[in-house]
């Protein structure tokens, strides 16, 4: 029996998540976790360390470097749960808050610069074009209510294939996008 069969889709699928596991292991550094992290974000972990300091390591440590903030602290953090996804997908979130609305509630979910009710963020998220720092604002008011999330969950994973169609913007050089030729032409350069 082989151990290992390049044949086999699901040998090849379980390849795949193994070596996509053995990268993050190699590329994770809470350094640099920490400095990715938006402030709100951080004061959850803080908040973690300790149900009675919490708020005030918080306060304290919000805008430290990682290895700035003292042994006693950052190893009762469990910085791996709030590391958030390179890129969290947009629809998944939003999907994530409408199922669980009930734990959420109906009044206001996000406060930045704009105050956004559960369903302001829901819709935003739907049809604006969210930056990844406000979703990963929104995931830690979520958080900071206590309520646990599966990052895993939220990540994009679209990558283009082979299967992806080419769709080509202009596929004449001499004529504009309405059609007709341009005054210039196509030089080539």
Known sequence: MKLFNFKNPRHLQILKEELNRAKMLLEYNEAEEWKKMPD???????????TEMG???????????????????????????????????????????????SKLGDGVLYRGTATHKTSDVIRF????????????????????????????ELEDTFTPSANTPFIPTQSDPYKTVSGRPSRGGWTGD
């Open 40 to 50: 709100k974000l951080r004061r959850v972990a803080l908040m973690s360390a300790d």
């Open 55 to 101: 708020k005030d390591f918080a306060e304290e440590y919000v805008d430290a470097n990682w290895l700035d903030i003292p042994d006693t602290i950052t190893n009762r953090i469990k910085l791996s749960d709030f590391a958030l996804p390179k890129k969290i997908s947009k629809s998944a979130l939003a999907s994530w808050i409408e199922t669980n609305r």
């Open 125 to 152: 998220l739907r049809e604006g074009n969210p930056s990844q720092y406000y979703m990963a604002e929104v995931i830690a008011c979520i958080l900071k209510r206590g309520i646990p999330m599966n990052f895993r």
